[in-house]
């Protein structure tokens, strides 16, 4: 009996330890945020604590094991975070430049005294496959392409039917335009409904920008739900540049008064917003923007001063910084429907145009203007609009 008792309790101990020291796994992503022309953020997940990596190699003709490659580690005041959600800024690049890269994960186990032990290093296989590719942004580029959803309320195989080919057919970036699902539970739940498809589909190799929409506030994980989409402002709205076109990207807030039933009183989008509309009047002031040849804006919510109150705020608000700094066009979604508001119209000085939910609005851009297709999930073309310059 005692013999028995000896052997369970060296089991059990096998048993924890293995459990202590297995290997870490990478369960979602790598995506791409905050691509610009001289950086860009990668953004996993793991299935247990770790500290984190990205290695680099420059686009050529060498292994990617042909020497020790730089390593941008996952920190935060100047420590490495130890973490299950891994966000690595690699910056100091060249603009309109290839980079292959890797990404690599060793999971941190607490040992005696608050020492802290890592097992083996996992990462993304560059040896049986490919590295994953990155290119910077190239303001000089002539034609810039890229791709909208919006509204997608979390109908995951419909937005993967709509950006299935966004990577092989070279866009250069896709824009998730609001309400990608309806209330955002928790992290897990965004993944599911469309972070871990745009993973898989794209955003491994084409920048993703993300545009809050009013439904991306809703729901117990919505306050920390910018941690997935670190931007270069550190705020969800933010700009870039890419090719001749300048791209604000403004966050809406809620729809309906901060006092609203709905909100449970956590609502505080009226200072939120003129708090963003002050940072708007130092965007457009700035030479970056004043020098592109075209600027757009997306803002999931489309201005409008009789609607709801959302609506109202960004009309009165944004609208006015707006109208006087040369805009070409304002992409919205949020009204389910297509909607077309020519320039002049409705207190604005330039179009805004409302893609319809589910539906994917590609758009090429030169600086002789701007040419717009809009799609439903069985590749019909629904709409085309053109703007010249
Ligand atoms: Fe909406």
Redesign the pocket.
């Known amino acids: 009996m005692k013999k028995l008792l000896l052997l369970l309790a060296i089991a059990f101990v096998a048993t924890a330890t293995a459990q202590e020291t297995k290997s870490v796994k990478i369960v979602e992503g790598p995506y791409l945020q905050a691509v610009g022309e001289n950086e860009f953020t990668v953004v996993w997940k793991t299935d247990q604590a770790a500290v984190s990596w990205v290695e680099i190699a420059p686009d050529n003709a060498t292994h990617f094991y042909n020497c020790e490659r730089p390593k941008y580690y996952n920190t935060r005041y100047g420590r490495k975070q130890i973490s299950t959600l891994h966000t690595v800024r690699v910056s100091g690049l060249e603009p309109a430049t290839t980079y292959r890269y890797r990404i690599i994960s060793a999971a941190a186990i607490k040992g005696e005294k608050d020492r802290i032990l890592f097992t083996e290093q996992r990462g993304s296989d560059v040896y049986r496959r490919q590295p994953y590719f990155v290119t910077t942004l190239d303001p000089k580029k002539e034609k810039v392409t890229f791709a909208v959803v919006?509204?997608i309320h979390a109908k995951t195989a419909e937005m993967e039917t709509l950006l299935g080919n966004v990577k092989e057919d070279g866009y250069d970036f896709v824009c998730f335009n609001?309400?990608m699902t309806s209330r955002n539970n928790s992290q897990d739940e965004v993944f599911k409904y469309y972070l871990s498809s745009a993973s898989k589909l794209f955003a491994a190799e084409t920048p993703l920008y993300v545009v809050r929409?009013?439904?991306e506030t809703r729901g117990a994980y919505a306050v920390s739900l910018p941690e997935l989409f670190p931007s270069k402002s550190g705020m969800p709205y933010y700009t870039f540049r890419q090719g001749p076109a300048f791209f604000i990207v403004l966050d809406?807030g809620e729809?309906k008064p901060d006092s609203d039933m709905e909100y449970s009183g956590l609502a505080c989008y009226d200072q939120y917003r003129k708090e963003e509309a002050e940072w708007l009047k130092g965007v457009v002031a700035s030479e970056e923007f004043r020098s592109a040849p075209v600027k757009i804006v997306f803002c999931?919510?489309p201005p409008e001063e009789n609607g709801w109150h959302g609506a109202a705020e960004i009309q009165r608000l944004f609208v006015p910084i707006l109208n006087e700094a040369g805009i070409d066009l304002w992409l919205a979604?949020?009204?389910h429907k297509y909607r077309l508001t020519k320039a002049g119209e409705n207190g604005c000085n330039f179009p805004v145009m409302c893609n319809p939910n589910v539906c994917r609005l590609d758009a090429t851009v030169t600086a002789n203007g701007i040419d717009i297709k809009i799609f439903d999930t069985k590749s019909t073309q629904l709409h085309t609009h053109q703007i010249k310059k």
């Open positions: 919006n509204d609001g309400d929409g009013n439904h809406c729809d999931h919510i979604g949020h009204i």
